[in-house]
């Protein structure tokens, strides 16, 4: 799936996010609006982690999920 298509899918996907990164707030989801790149910074924000980690783990994430 591409950035796009994610975007696109973003209403369905939003539960599964707060299942594999709970300290995401509906405020931080919202915020993402279906962004990658700002879901990225929202995890990064509560996480503390490189933006790389969490790049590899939102699109390990994405691979598990079929998304």
Do not use: C
Request: net charge negative; hydrophobic share 30%; proline share 0%.
């Amino acid at each position: 799936m591409n950035k796009e298509n994610f975007r696109g899918e973003w209403n369905q996907l939003k539960g599964t996010i707060k299942q594999q990164w709970a300290d995401l707030t509906d405020d931080d989801l919202t915020h993402a609006e279906g962004s990658f790149d700002r879901l990225v910074g929202k995890i990064q924000e509560r996480y503390g982690d490189s933006k790389e980690k969490i790049e590899k783990q939102v699109q390990e994430w994405r691979i598990k999920h079929d998304i």
